[in-house]
């Protein structure tokens, strides 16, 4: 069993603030989480991504003690999650993938409630609600009840909530679903805002620049079962290494550059490939010492080199290649939501 002793462990690595360990839910026959092992240190953001169905959702309710998971430990800021609920949940903030705040109450009620219900005094309350409705834009809409809000305000609402607590570790669950551009930005300055100050964050999400934007590290999760972790570079490093991009003086060169690589045989260096179109060719390579033998080879060859850079594969890429399906195949501002997230 997991030690309920709140201690700080890996120091050489940074302490965890998640640890999750063969963590098994069942739902009927189905095995929405099968097994899953994860770390998050304190004070960075882990990316759960994953189809739709994946278990992230299952996962982020097992951490927040709304349901139990059926075998395996999971401590959250050193609580067990099933052995010490109470005090794990004073230390957490949670924004589902829906707005669940009180819809009869004003907006500033619903921050103010949610305060004291965390035994903050009335004075400090009253603060931390001020605060956050300015900082998410809802200051003018303080007052008004919350189903008066439009589908962006309830959201933003929502997601004040769960930081009025200022938790030490918070789940944001697909947070940006719906909202427009502009509010989706305010969601993550204020997440990276949190990270500063040394909240640790878990966020689930299908919206790969999200993930490049906030996450440190990625856990890619299908089926359950956790396929792939790491930093950002680090997944899209084991997708397909980097790609160099070739731009000659003359666009008419690239034919001859291709053939003049395929034909020196160069150690690990397959499959470039001319793209007329951009008027560039694309080297896949795998380390340095490749990239300098192909444009040493085709200096020497003479051709005229105009520019030159390497790239690593989008998120995108990652994600297709890893789970085999896109990451999501709805649009995250859908134009039936335009009127409604628009606030």
């Known amino acids: 069993m997991v030690d309920m ?43 759960v991504l994953g189809p739709n169905g994946a278990g992230k959702t299952t996962l982020v309710r097992c951490l927040s003690t709304l349901i139990t998971p059926d075998a395996g430990t999971a ?12 005090q794990l949940r004073r230390t957490i903030g949670l924004t589902g993938q829906y707005a669940s705040v009180d819809e009869k109450l004003s907006g500033w009620e619903n921050l103010y409630m949610i305060g004291r219900l965390l035994d903050l005094s009335r004075k400090d309350a ?50 940006t679903t719906g909202l427009d551009p502009r509010t989706r930005n305010e969601v993550w300055d204020e997440v990276q805002r949190m990270v500063a100050e040394g909240a640790t964050v878990l966020l689930t999400t299908q ?50 550059m291709a053939r003049s690589l395929s034909e020196a045989g160069l150690d690990g260096v397959t499959g470039s490939q001319a793209v007329p179109d951009e008027g560039v060719l ?22 005229a080199i105009a520019d030159l850079g390497t790239y690593l594969p989008s998120l995108d890429e990652v994600f297709l290649s890893i789970t085999g399906q896109k990451p999501s195949d709805q649009d995250p501002f859908p134009a039936e939501q335009t009127e409604e997230v628009a606030a």
């Open 126 to 175: 009253r603060s931390r609600a001020d605060e956050l409705l300015e900082r998410f834009s809802l200051t003018e809409a303080a007052k008004k009840a919350a189903m008066n809000y439009s589908g962006g305000m309830r959201r933003r609402l929502d997601l004040a909530a769960s930081m009025i607590g200022q938790p030490a570790v918070l789940y944001l669950d697909e947070p």
């Open 75 to 86: 401590t959250v800021a050193g609580y067990d999650v099933v052995r010490q609920p109470r």
């Open 282 to 303: 694309l080297v896949p390579i795998l380390s340095d010492e490749q990239l300098t033998a192909v444009v040493g080879l085709l200096a020497g060859r003479g051709y």
């Open 207 to 256: 919206y790969m620049e999200e993930a490049e934007q906030l996450a440190s590290e990625l856990t890619v999760i299908d089926k359950g079962k956790v396929i792939a972790n790491g930093k950002v570079d680090e997944l899209k490093a084991r997708v397909g290494g980097r790609t160099l991009k070739i731009r000659p003086v003359s666009p008419s060169d690239l034919p001859g």
């Open 5 to 47: 002793t709140r201690t700080d462990k890996n120091p050489l690595n940074g302490p965890n603030a998640v640890e999750v360990r063969g963590l098994v839910k069942h739902y009927g026959e189905t095995k929405a989480l099968d097994g899953v092992d994860l770390d998050v240190r304190e004070g960075t953001v882990l990316g």
